[in-house]
């Protein structure tokens, strides 16, 4: 299975190809892509040194183009489109019908991969976009336990990418607008959920509170981690009670299972965290490139190194880790 | 302007839906959709129980859609979709790309809910190619937004395909693989013991503070507030939207349909207080916010 990483930045890719990536995910400086954060992503210019540098390596760059245009921003989303066709990436990842359809149209040689914000889920829904628009490879939403996983790849109409780890997205990406109803920005119009505009922190004697647009997402005591007040995942009250009623903050982590993913045809892991640092990147590239080695090498006898566990586990949110909807009691 | 009454998105008893469709049978709304489109758990009523109720409301005039399941994860799940887009009377409204396929393969027109994402009109004019009659635009597509991609389907001379907006009760925000009501009990879905038929209009979700938030419905989240779009409705019109939807409740559903039908019929805008709700969404504020009639 091949190693999919994510780079928000020039030295972030590098240290992904260094580390043993076989093709990294990029995104233009603005709203085109689902990682829209301040600072992030790539200009025309380092672009073009990081497809150069990928290259020159022997890894692919994969361009995401992944949110959701309306009609005064379609001419932006399109020339994105042809922009990275421009600079000879590998491969583009979109969700948008109407953007794929001008892609397979304007640039048919240029392989598509369906986006996980595409959220499909069945061989009916992977047909729809092959048939129409020759779609190579589809990312799957993190809702999929593994049986389904297997079940989907098996004659599967095009090559399967799963996530492999990073943060957990517990709802059906590309169709949760929780981020918009309270903050007026969604990753699909804007390609960020929660966004840091949004987020106010507050101090109360020992308490600290973290809100989004006023909506108190949870409070922390001196002891506690306060996480990034990611709507999901806050604490709420439901019948009197007060807990994570949506998702704990945690990460997901699919090592244990790299062997089953491998049988099952599945063609490539994805690691999530376009807004990481270079050196998340670099540490979490190298455990994922020796694991997906050890795997091919010899999936019978394939566990995950405790070295490789602790390392992960350390860069995880909340320090906490879990297969997801991989594993089928979560679901 | 019609109005449409959404699938039923809650887990209520046969009893109760058969109750509540019988009084829809009367109440001046021209479309209906039917269907389960939360939890193909939930089974008060298989394909023929829905094709029964179907007729019945075909009986009355009403146009009958029935509607698929949002989220697919089994190949079971599939075999649903199929039965219901080969049903042969009734047109089917899309929830996921699996119906979309399904009936493009097989010719049959088809509806696309407000879960299949179409925010330009690049998009609605690939599905109009598969098939597309109908299709209800994303709830946090702004005013602004759906505008601009009639008049660009316009100009790229689409051919009539009728646009549809959710205009009043709790918004769809979000779909997962977890069911958040039996979390909520701390039950594992496979053993959630269909606690959700507890709650007809789902389980409140409070911050810390006791601020509304959203519902827990099964798999689904919905906004805490009901949207209200009643009174845009002739900015609506204006615009070229054919179809006003109203979200199913357990009281006062027919309530708010005969008002909307009273509005459009004699040209008022101003909706009975009582109904409330927010109605940031089609004034490209956050959704939970209310744009004041005087501002909007």
Known sequence: MDLVAPAGSLPALKAAVDNGADAVYIGFADDTNARHFAGLNFNDARAREAVAYAHARGAKVFVAINTYPQANGWTRWTASVDRAAELGVDALIMA????????????????????????????????????????????????????????????????????????????????????????????????????????????????????LNGLLIDRFGPDENAGYPTLCKGRFKVRGHVFHALEEPTSLNTMEILPE??????????????????????????????????????????????????????????????????????Q | MRISLGANPYYWSMEDVAAFYEQVQDWPVDIVYLGETVCSKRRPYGLDGWIDLARMLAAKGKEVVLSTLTLIEARSEVGTVKRLVENGEFMVEASDMAAVQLAAERGLPFATGPSVNIYNAQTLATLQRAGLQRWVAPTELPRDGLAALL????????????????????????????????????????????????????????????????????????????????????????????????????????????????MLDQGRTEAPAEFGGVNGYWFAQPGMDTVPAAEA
């Open chain 2, 151 to 262: 008049e660009e389907a316009e100009k790229l001379n689409i051919p009539a395909v009728e646009t549809e907006i959710f205009a009043y009760g709790r918004i769809p925000l979000a779909y997962s693989a977890r069911c958040f009501t039996a979390r909520a009990h701390n039950l594992p879905k496979d053993q959630c013991e269909f606690r959700c038929q507890d709650y007809p209009e789902g389980l409140p979700v409070q911050s810390q503070e006791d601020q509304g938030f959203v519902q827990i419905n099964g798999i689904q989240l919905q906004s805490g507030e009901r949207y209200n779009l009643l009174s845009q409705w002739p900015e609506m019109q204006a615009m070229g939207v054919n179809v006003m939807r109203i979200s199913p409740q357990p009281i006062g559903t027919g309530e708010v349909i005969a008002a909307l039908r009273g």
């Open chain 1, 261 to 330: 993913l491998q049988a099952a045809g599945v063609k490539a892991i994805k690691l999530e965290g376009r807004q990481r640092s270079p050196g998340y990147i670099a540490r979490v590239s190298k455990v994922w490139r020796d694991a997906l080695d050890a795997c091919a090498a010899a999936p019978e006898r394939f566990e995950p190194h405790p070295q490789w566990m602790s390392t992960l586990q350390a860069v995880s949110e909340g320090s906490q880790s879990t297969l997801g909807a991989y594993h089928r009691p979560w």
């Open chain 1, 96 to 211: 948008d019908i109407g953007l794929l359809d001008y892609a397979a149209n304007s640039h048919p040689d240029l392989p598509l991969h369906l986006s996980v914000q595409a959220s499909a889920t069945s061989q009916e829904a992977l047909r729809f976009y092959r048939d129409r628009f020759n779609i190579r490879r589809a990312v799957l939403p993190r809702v999929l336990s593994l049986p389904q996983v297997k079940a989907l790849a098996d004659g599967a109409p095009v090559e399967l990418e799963v996530f492999g780890f990073g943060s957990l997205c517990v709802m059906v990406e590309g169709r949760c607008t929780l981020s918009s109803y309270v903050t007026g920005e969604s990753p699909n119009t804007c390609g960020v959920c929660s966004p840091a505009k949004a987020v106010r922190w507050e101090n109360d004697g020992d308490e600290l509170r973290s809100r």
